[in-house]
């Protein structure tokens, strides 16, 4: 089972994998993950999830990052369960202008061959969620501000009339 979402970007490979691997922040564009890098060890995780957005606690389940190469993508590996395991991923490709960026859920496990209608529904809405904030966070960090508004110049001449 996989879900996938694919965007056109304006924004550099290098922009965007800023905002995607600074773990520290992505509670500020990813309402269902939170991520913590641990110092003594680069690929392991913890990594905390929810299914709804709207209920406070987190669980934290075994995950790894399988690929972290900046600018090009980022590859996660979760197992909540044994019945259900996914990969998350984050794949960057430039374009001319900008990035192509596709955001996918890949599920494995059990769970996954059930083809439950649920779980479908619950990463659909997930996927959308989550592009949706990453890509307003996007604009309002790159945005470029708008130029202070210009002063009229005066009617009034000096000079002799």
Request: charged share 25%; with cysteine; glycine share 4%.
């Amino acid at each position: 089972m996989e879900f996938e979402r694919e965007h056109d970007l304006p924004y550099s490979p290098e922009q965007i994998w800023a905002v995607l691997g600074d773990f520290e922040n992505h509670r500020i564009w990813n309402p269902y993950v939170r991520i913590e890098q641990l110092a003594e060890d680069p690929i392991a995780i913890h990594y905390s999830m929810r299914m709804d957005p709207h209920k406070p606690k987190f669980l934290e389940v075994s995950a790894a990052v399988l690929s972290a190469r900046p600018g090009e993508e980022l590859i996660l590996d979760v197992k909540p369960s044994f019945i259900l395991q996914f990969e998350e991923s984050y794949i960057l490709t430039p374009t001319a202008s900008g990035t192509k960026f596709v955001h996918r859920y890949r599920c494995r496990g059990p769970f996954a061959w059930l083809r439950l209608p649920g779980i479908k529904t619950s990463f659909q809405r997930m996927i959308a969620s989550i592009d949706g904030i990453l890509l307003s966070y996007l604009k309002s960090k790159y945005s470029k501000p708008p130029p202070p508004p210009r002063r009229p110049k005066s009617k009034f001449k000096g000079g002799r009339r």
